[in-house]
T-cell receptor, first 114, second 113 residues
């Protein structure tokens, strides 16, 4: 499968624990995005990388959230001290850049905070 | 920032009928408008997109129209089939805003056989 992949697909954690998600974009896509989707809603933008540089962060991204893309390939999203309100689907997308705007989404990581 | 409103939230049609979903956006600078289809438990998949220099685009049974003056765009699906049943999301992108997409709230389309 040459599409965007995410790991894990599901995560159940207790309130206060830290969690980390991974996203592998389509090969040679230099742009990578994280979105959050709650039930019945459209995806909401969290953050955006061009290569390894984090260029944009939403106000939704509190200081408990951090994202990295250390070598400009895969990315990680970490949530510290999880809260029940963090329960959602976390979607990763990638795009080629260089005039191609299409964002291709991964299958998402569904997080449940108990 | 950008705000995208989508209507209706649910739409039920008979197989073979047409379906129309409408979106409005707030920022006149937005220049790219994709539509995604999301089946239950699956990833959003792009079905069609349109750029602001084009008024209409068609791909087989799917078409999108854009009215820049009124700041609204619509998805048209003709000859609907049961496999068209899914949640559809419109989105808008502002240039120089990190390429982020702002999504509408979604439309659940149900095609009855």
């Amino acid at each position: 499968d040459t599409g965007v992949s995410q790991d894990p697909r599901h995560k159940i954690t207790k309130r206060g624990q830290n969690v980390t998600f991974r996203c592998d974009p389509i090969s040679e896509h230099n742009r990578l995005y994280w979105y959050r989707q709650t039930l019945g809603q459209g995806p909401e933008f969290l953050t955006y990388f061009q290569n390894e540089a984090q260029l944009e962060k939403s106000r939704l991204l509190s200081d408990r959230f951090s994202a990295e893309r250390p070598k400009g390939s895969f990315s990680t999203l970490e949530i510290q001290r999880t809260e029940q309100g963090d329960s959602a689907m976390y979607l990763c997308a990638s795009s080629q850049g260089r005039g191609s705007e299409t964002q291709y989404f991964g299958p998402g990581t569904r997080l449940l905070v108990l | 920032g950008e705000n995208v409103e989508q209507h209706p939230s649910t739409l039920s049609v008979q197989e073979g009928d047409s379906a129309v979903i409408k979106c409005t956006y707030s920022d006149s600078a937005s220049n790219y408008f994709p539509w995604y289809k999301q089946e239950l438990g699956k990833r959003p998949q792009l079905i069609i997109d349109i750029r602001s220099n084009v008024g209409e685009k068609k791909d087989q049974r799917i078409a999108v129209t854009l009215n820049k003056t009124a700041k609204h765009f619509s998805l048209h699906i003709t000859e609907t089939q049961p496999e068209d049943s899914a949640v559809y999301f419109c989105a808008a992108r502002r240039p120089n805003a990190g390429n982020m997409l702002t999504f509408g709230g979604g439309t659940r389309l149900m095609v009855k056989p």
